[in-house]
């Protein structure tokens, strides 16, 4: 640590990022894999990537990535046959017995081979099942088509016998007289019988007869249920059709048209006493196959069944031992091929865990040669680690999401988990809302087991993320909705008489004069006589511009102040120097001054105009204040003060490059000569190679400067234009407490004037809904945003680089989060 | 109450608060600081600091009103 404490703070676990060590490991390959793995169970250590010039495929362990592949691959199957049975893996038991990862890959090739025959099986036995149904309702229907033409035929037939010597019906066929006389002539038919998709049937009717020429008799009828294709296995509705043909031509014409419709074709008997030995046989072996194929299921189940009660173990094995062979695939291999060499991060803390993971690897492969391990030194920046715990973590990762931290950088996070939620309480200030953000938030931290384990949306993983800063944020709002005096825009006398009264007894003028002073000032926040009254406004904007001024102030004072911290830990005495003292003094000779004016003012009870006093500091330094004069010699204070923010500036801006310079060159002249000025830039570039190969760092003066120049604009206009960002606490803290009074004073006191109970209730109605869906969720989602961008921006500009990378360890109990 | 009691209830809450940290769930340096402020090492903290100058802001605007409350006629 380059300093013993952290400059003046007390050393602080979320201050500083953990302390990290470049570690060389050398592992006997035969404890390797152990190792690893327990390296992976302390998940402390970072492994760099040591063959980042290999393709995955010519790494050491590209063959047992490839298994681990496979196995994952049949899980996934299994997953799936799971999920069509609707069976669910029973949870991870932790008291698992260790699984040998070889016998596991057989079990595993085993359970797949079983499952996909009994699978091909069940298929195999569902499509007889579902043509034999086909058959079924072929027959059937069929059968009803035989049955009534041998009817109708027989009415013909009687009918015919008594109209023998009458006129003709209108009813009867035109060639009844031939078809009877050619009775004897008759052709013999052929019949086929089947079924075709109905939104095929017209297509399929039409085809038929342009092909036979007309010469066939098609007879359709829907089916009323739905029938499974035994091909396709859906369920479709279809039409039963027998056609009539004469002739072999015809009917392979019908059949080639058959095949193109995909209708099935099924064999239809004509004979009566054939059908129905044919019926009763189709339906015998339905009933066979079902309770074969109930069989089958049940089986198969079973299978599944012991699958999904070992499923998550082996799940959590196969990507254990995947990232393993990644892991160790980093590694490179020691040309005696005996040990590999690894090197990661690892924080410093954890060096005797590390160490006693790799001494366990080697007892217990019985390995000859224990493992090696150094500590390496490098120039390379090491990882941001901060070790949070569920109740930090959310503040660190609203800090991390506009930037890590640079190794060993202040972390803005440390007061960010108490200003963060202040500010965003200064703009939702109502304890009744408070309340209601605190209830639902209690909810999530009191079932915050049951929440964890199970999967969210999108938006409720967000707010069970952060639950902890919206409890936080709850608690503030309800201290600062005290201090407003606001409940749902309600005031409440709570803690003292208002210190307010009516001039005299009769009160008439309480609406033109106002009332007077009467008490010592209302003890705890806002008189409540405040609200409602006509100079509610100009007394509430007043209050909270400056409380947000002076909030600002004080929140980019603490920036500064971290920029020192920070100077300090990293033994940087120029930025303390060149940047941190001039910032500190243009700030507060500028708007800490502001900030004490209206402190001045709020004591002494002047009525100085603040703004002419400040734009008067600049434009006319050495005019007489006038009434506008707050304390004795204040014309001078502010001439010195505006010298001050006037020398602030270019020491701000030249003496660090200047110095920088000076400090480059001295460290040349102690090596060698430098180039002589004006040198060639080919030549310095040739002689670039001259220092150690680390620390050859070309000066650029100009560089320097310009970042510099850069530097200093943007605090010297940030530092007003950051000031006036304060501001939005008081517009928002103002859109807050007038939209909740809208809501209360239009909506429900508006209603209960009607003294209609149907009315009043539409009325809590709405006011219930426009109270949870514009003030708790949108305010609370802009007030938040606001927060957020003063922390970002205006706070954290002053001092955070956050340009580190994060650590990002081997660890199991991270990847079994990842890829569900 | 005047000013300075409740500013000294503040303090108290400040030294309260600090001592009932280190005390009761001692959870490192950073957890006692929600309480204990950096510079000053001292009893009161960030957020006693804050609780504490948000209740100070609104108490000294209210001490030497400019303008007096004038009821709405209704």
Redesign the interface.
Known sequence: MPSGGGGCLPPMDLMRSEEMQLLQVIIPTESAHLAVSNLGDLGLIQFKDLNADKSPFQRTFAAQIKRTGEMARKLRFFKDQMSKAGIQASPLQSTETPLDFDDMEIKLGELEAELIEVNANDEKLQRTYNELQEYNTVLQKAGEFFYSAQRSAAAQQTELGANQSGETSLESPLLEQDVLTDASKQVKLGSLSGLVPKEKAMAFERILFRATRGNILLRQESVDELVTDPQSGEKVSKNTFVVFYSGERAKAKILKICDAFRANRYPFPEDLSKQMHTIAEVSGKIKELKATIDMGVAHRNTILKSIASDFEHWNHVTKKEKSIYHTLNMLSVDVTKKCLVGEGWSPVFATSQVQDALQRATLESKSQVGSIFQVLNTKESPPTYFQTNKFTSAFQEIVDAYGVAKYQEANPGVFTVVTFPFLFAVMFGDWGHGICLLLATLYLIIREKKFASQKLGDIMEMMFGGRYIIMMMALFSIYTGFIYNEFFSVPFELFAKSAYACRDPSCGDATTEGLIKVRPTYPFGVDPVWHGSRSELPFLNSLKMKMSILLGVSQMNLGIMMSYFNAKFFRNNVNVWCQFVPQLLFLNSLFGYLSMLIIIKWCTGSKADLYHVMIYMFLSPTDDMGENELFPHQKYVQMLLLVIALVAVPWMLFPKPLFLKNEHEKRHQGHQYTPLEGADESVEAELGHHEESNHHEEFEFSEVFVHQLIHTIEFVLGAVSNTASYLRLWALSLAHSELSTVFYDKVLLLTLGYNNVIILAIGVVIFIFATVGVLLVMETLSAFLHALRLHWVEYQNKFYEGDGYKFAPFSFALISDEEE | ??FLV?SGIFLLAGIIGCLFSLLCCN????TN??VLP??A?SPSG??II??G???A?????????????????E
């Open positions: 109450m005047g409740t959870r490192g340096p950073s600081l929600y950096p510079p090492k960030s957020t804050l609780c100058m948000g209740w802001i609104v108490y000294l605007a209210q001490m030497k009103p400019l303008i007096n409350p004038i009821l709405s006629g």
